[in-house]
C-alpha cells in the first residue's frame, strides 16, 4: 500500500488499513460471497435477534392461502417467545391458530389493515388486553415510512428466492403476482427474513424485492395454497338486482363527464363492483373511450379490460386471483406499485389520488353518507378499511354501491355501527331503490338527474331500507374498547368495542 498523508485539505482525517489488512481484506471477499441461507426456521430466528416484545410483519398477498404466519408463529412460540406484536398487512380466516397463540401469550398486540375469521371474533370478544390498531392500507404504509410503527423483523411469503434473498412473486410454485405490501415493510424493518418453497438459482428471475433489503432466506416444504389467493367474489354478480345497481352506477359514472379518454378506474373484486365494472367497460366500448389505468387488487376481469384494449394498464398492490398472476408474469403493461405508492397519504400523489372514479361496497351507509366496512350489524368485527378509506378520499368521484338490505338488516341506517370512510369522501349511494348524492355534491345531482337516473335524498333510502328489512339492528355494543379504527393520516374515525355475544 501506499504512504498516504494523515489528512488531505477539504476531505479531513483519513483513515488506512493497520498491519494485518490483506488478511481482514480476504476473509471480507470470503464473507461477501457467502450465501444468507439458513438451515430452518429455528436458525433464521436465532440469527434475527428477535426476543420477547418484538415487533413481527408479515404481508397477505396469498391471503386465505397463506402459511407463513402460521409456521413462524408455531416456531416462536415453540422457543417460548412472548408478548409479540404481529404487524399483518391483513389478516384471514387461515390464521386461525393466531387465537391460540393469543391465548397462550405468545401474542399481546395485534395491528393490520383487515381482520376477518375467528381472529377477528377473538378481537371482538375482548381476547387482547391491547386494542387492536385498523390502519387503510396507505394509513399503515404511512405509519411504516414515518416510523409510528417500527418493525424488528419482516418475515416475507416469497414464492421464489435464492440465496441471497432476491424475491420473485412471478416465479415458483406458490407464486402470488405483486408484492406491493412487504415492499414497504422491507424499507424499515429492522431485520428481513424471506420464507420460500422454492429456492432458485442466483439471480432469481424477474425479481420484485432485490437482496439488499433481505437479510436471510429459509426454504420450507410449502408457504401455502395459491388457491386461497382468490377468496371472496372476483366474479361479476348475475342476479337480477345486482346487475341493476351496477348498470346505475356505471350510468352515474357516465354522467358524471369524467368517462373521456384517460379515464382511470378502481374497482373492489365483490359481485356488485364487478357488475358494474363490466357495465363501465361496455359503456366505455360503445364510446371508444381508452382509459389510462385500473389501480388496486387486481383479478381477471381487471385483465380483460386491458387486454379489450379499454385500459393502457394496471397498477397492482395485490393480485386476487391466479388470472392476474399470470398477467403479471406475461404483461409489461400490468405494473406492481408498492403500498405506499398505491395509497399513501404523505408521499404526494399516490396511484389513489390519481384516479376519477373508484367504485366500492358496504356493510352499512348512514344519513351522513359514512361507511362501514369494519363490523357487521351488532358490532362483531368483520373486516377493516383495506383501501376503501384511501381510495374514496383520493378519487374524483366515489360510488358506493350496496343493496338496501342484507341476512334481514337495513344495511342504510341512521348511523353507522363503526365509520370506517369518513363521509365527506362519498359521493355517491347506489341501491336498487334509487341514487343518493352527497348534498355537497349538487352539481354532481343535478348532472344525474339530467341524465334520467333515479336520486333521491339518503334520508329516504333509510326509510325505505327499514321498511323491507325483517330484523332490527342491535344495538352498538357498549363494552370496553377492543380496537381503534385509524383514518389514513393517524387520526381516529371510531372504535370497536367488546361484544357479549357473536353468534
Known amino acids: 500500500m501506499p504512504e498516504l498523508p494523515k489528512r488531505i485539505p477539504g476531505y479531513g482525517p483519513i483513515r488506512t488499513p493497520a498491519d494485518g489488512h490483506a488478511d481482514r481484506l480476504a476473509a471480507a471477499k470470503t464473507g461477501a460471497r457467502r450465501a444468507k441461507l439458513h438451515a430452518d426456521l429455528d436458525d433464521a430466528i436465532s440469527a434475527s435477534g428477535l426476543s420477547d416484545g418484538a415487533v413481527i410483519s408479515f404481508h397477505h398477498h396469498l391471503r386465505n392461502g397463506d402459511a407463513v404466519l402460521n409456521r413462524v408463529l408455531e416456531a416462536l412460540a415453540r422457543r417460548g417467545i412472548r408478548n409479540l406484536h404481529v404487524a399483518a398487512s391483513s389478516i384471514f380466516p387461515v390464521h386461525a391458530p ?17 381482520i376477518s375469521g375467528p381472529v377477528a371474533e377473538a378481537v371482538s370478544q375482548g381476547r387482547l388486553a391491547e386494542p387492536v390498531i385498523l390502519r387503510t392500507h396507505g394509513g399503515r404504509a404511512r405509519a411504516l415510512d414515518r416510523g409510528d410503527l417500527a418493525i424488528d423483523v419482516a418475515f416475507i411469503a416469497a414464492p421464489a428466492a435464492d440465496a441471497l434473498g432476491n424475491i420473485s412473486g412471478r416465479a415458483g410454485q406458490t407464486a402470488c403476482g405483486t408484492l406491493g405490501y412487504p415492499m414497504v415493510d422491507v424499507a424499515v424493518a429492522g431485520r428481513v427474513i424471506a420464507v420460500t418453497d422454492t429456492l432458485v438459482p442466483y439471480p432469481a428471475p424477474a425479481i420484485d424485492i432485490p437482496q439488499d433489503k433481505v437479510d436471510g432466506v429459509v426454504c420450507i416444504d410449502r408457504i401455502g395454497d395459491p388457491t386461497g389467493i382468490a377468496s371472496g367474489t372476483t366474479r361479476p354478480a348475475e342476479d337480477p338486482v345486482s ?6 352506477a356505471a350510468a352515474a359514472i357516465a354522467a358524471s363527464g369524467l368517462m373521456t379518454d384517460g379515464f382511470s378506474f378502481q374497482t373492489g373484486a365483490g359481485g356488485i363492483s364487478l357488475a358494474t365494472a363490466a357495465a363501465v367497460g361496455g359503456e366505455m366500448a360503445a364510446r ?3 382509459g389510462s389505468f385500473c389501480s388496486g387488487g387486481i383479478t381477471g376481469f381487471h385483465v380483460d379490460m386491458l387486454n379489450a384494449g379499454l385500459f393502457a394498464g394496471l ?8 388470472a392476474a398472476v399470470r398477467s403479471y408474469r406475461d404483461d409489461l403493461r400490468h405494473q406492481a406499485v408498492s403500498a405506499a405508492v398505491y395509497a399513501g397519504p404523505h408521499i ?4 389513489v389520488d390519481r384516479l376519477d372514479a373508484v367504485v366500492l361496497g358496504a356493510a ?19 373486516g377493516g378499511s383495506g383501501g376503501h378509506a384511501d381510495t374514496a378520499a383520493g378519487a374524483r368521484l366515489s360510488v358506493v354501491t350496496t343493496r338496501l338490505t342484507a341476512a334481514g338488516f337495513p344495511k342504510i341506517v341512521p348511523a353507522v355501527t363503526t365509520v370506517t370512510t369518513p363521509g365527506a369522501t362519498v359521493d355517491v349511494i347506489v341501491t336498487e331503490a334509487g341514487i343518493a348524492v352527497n348534498p355537497a355534491r349538487a352539481e354532481l345531482a343535478d348532472r344525474l338527474r ?3 337516473l333515479p336520486v333521491i335524498a339518503i334520508g329516504e333510502l333509510v326509510s325505505r331500507a327499514a321498511t323491507v328489512a325483517t330484523r332490527h339492528p342491535p344495538p352498538r355494543p357498549d363494552g370496553r374498547i377492543v380496537a381503534v379504527s385509524e383514518y389514513r393520516d393517524g387520526s381516529v374515525t371510531d372504535v370497536v368495542r367488546q361484544v357479549s355475544d357473536t353468534g
Open 98 to 114: 393466531l387465537v391460540d397463540h393469543i391465548r397462550e401469550g405468545t401474542v399481546t398486540r395485534l395491528s393490520a389493515s383487515y
Open 243 to 248: 346487475l341493476e345497481i351496477g348498470a346505475r
Open 288 to 290: 371508444g373511450i381508452t
Open 315 to 322: 397498477l397492482d398492490v395485490q393480485c386476487f386471483d391466479l
Open 348 to 351: 404526494g400523489g399516490a396511484v
Open 364 to 382: 352499512e351507509v348512514d344519513l351522513d353518507f359514512n361507511v362501514n366496512v369494519t363490523t357487521k350489524a351488532g358490532g362483531l368485527l368483520i
Open 450 to 452: 339530467h341524465a334520467g
